[in-house]
């Protein structure tokens, strides 16, 4: 019979030896596989050959690099062990991995589209410009001694510094294909985009997991309109202060240039500098394993 995978990272901020084990009772019979560096999840799916499910404990950056690694048709389930675990979350699961897991076991599958950014896939989100920016910062502020990153708040605290030393301006520097110029560029595979602890951030309301990709992008914020703005990311409604905002729906194909090296990340992984972003939909990509 063909094995049942987990992967672990036992790095996540919410992974220890307990959770793990409890996680594995829930899910049955599982081969436990632990992640030893950087991009291990993508070499151990893709070496896993003869798994029938593969299961990943970790946090948004583990089931990224999972997404990457997966080369044919097999089912796959996210346990939340991260801060955010946006990708479970997006999905309907809920937050404590032991629940989660015991859904998964369930087997009940639905198909997914997913995103590509210069050729790396992502699950819920993708950005270049500011958001990618706090997400450089706070990777550049390292992990604690147990190797876990900052939470919701540091990164809430992140994006009012970054808008603080810009004083609340962000001007023009991309140019987006088909739509004109842009102070950053937002592309979501799902509705919510992120979360901020418990609350949602609705970028792109109209995006699903069953569609192409949504295209956010203001062409300029401007001081004073940050209030509007936080209304905006968080319930999706308005231009949130941003001046000609941009949005694209169900699109196939997002081809964005900058005026110099801007970040860009994908599913909050860095990705480094780059002056051209390409993003695609691969729709209909994968099983996934929900409610």
């Known amino acids: 019979m063909a094995r049942r995978l987990l992967i672990v990272n036992p790095y996540a901020s919410g992974v220890d030896e307990a959770r793990v084990a409890?996680?594995?009772?829930?899910?049955?019979?599982?081969?436990?596989?632990?992640?030893?560096?950087?991009?291990?999840?993508?070499?151990l799916v893709r070496d896993?050959?003869?798994?029938?499910?593969?299961?990943?404990?970790?946090?948004?950056?583990?089931?990224?690099?999972?997404?990457?690694?997966?080369e044919r048709d097999v089912p796959?389930?996210?346990?939340?062990?991260?801060?955010?675990n946006v990708l479970p979350r997006a999905l309907g699961l809920p937050k404590d991995p032991v629940s989660a897991a015991r859904i998964l076991a369930r087997d009940t599958t639905r198909r997914i589209s997913l995103g590509r950014v210069n050729g790396r896939r992502f699950g819920?989100?993708?950005?270049?410009?500011?958001?990618?920016?706090?997400?450089?910062?706070?990777?550049?502020?390292?992990?604690?001694?147990?190797?876990?990153r900052a939470g919701n708040v540091a990164f809430a605290f992140m994006i009012a510094r970054v808008l603080a030393e810009r004083r609340g301006r962000l001007g023009p520097v991309l140019e987006i294909a088909g739509h004109g110029r842009a102070?950053?560029?937002?592309?979501?595979?799902?509705?919510?985009?992120?979360?901020?602890?418990?609350?949602?951030?609705?970028?792109?309301?109209?995006?699903?997991?069953?569609?192409?990709?949504?295209?956010?992008?203001?062409?300029?914020?401007?001081?004073?309109?940050?209030?509007?703005?936080?209304?905006?990311?968080?319930l999706g409604r308005g231009h949130g202060g941003a001046r000609d905002l941009v949005y694209?729906?169900?699109?196939?194909?997002?081809?964005?240039?900058?005026?110099?090296?801007?970040?860009?990340?994908?599913?909050?992984?860095?990705?480094?500098?780059?002056?051209?972003?390409?993003f695609e939909a691969e729709r209909d990509a994968v099983r996934v394993l929900v409610p």
């Open 22 to 43: 409890a996680v594995a009772e829930a899910l049955g019979d599982v081969d436990v596989r632990r992640t030893e560096h950087r991009g291990h999840a993508t070499e």
């Open 183 to 234: 102070a950053f560029a937002l592309v979501a595979n799902c509705d919510p985009y992120t979360y901020a602890g418990p609350l949602p951030v609705h970028v792109a309301p109209r995006a699903s997991f069953e569609l192409g990709l949504d295209l956010v992008a203001p062409q300029e914020v401007r001081p004073g309109a940050l209030p509007r703005f936080a209304r905006y990311v968080l």
């Open 76 to 84: 796959i389930g996210f346990v939340p062990g991260g801060g955010a």
């Open 248 to 278: 694209g729906h169900d699109l196939d194909r997002i081809e964005v240039r900058a005026d110099q090296a801007q970040p860009l990340q994908a599913d909050g992984e860095d990705l480094g500098d780059v002056t051209e972003a390409v």
């Open 48 to 70: 896993a050959a003869d798994a029938e499910t593969i299961y990943v404990f970790s946090g948004d950056g583990g089931f990224n690099e999972a997404l990457n690694g997966l």
């Open 124 to 148: 819920f989100s993708s950005g270049i410009g500011l958001d990618a920016e706090v997400v450089r910062r706070i990777e550049g502020r390292g992990r604690s001694g147990t190797g876990r």
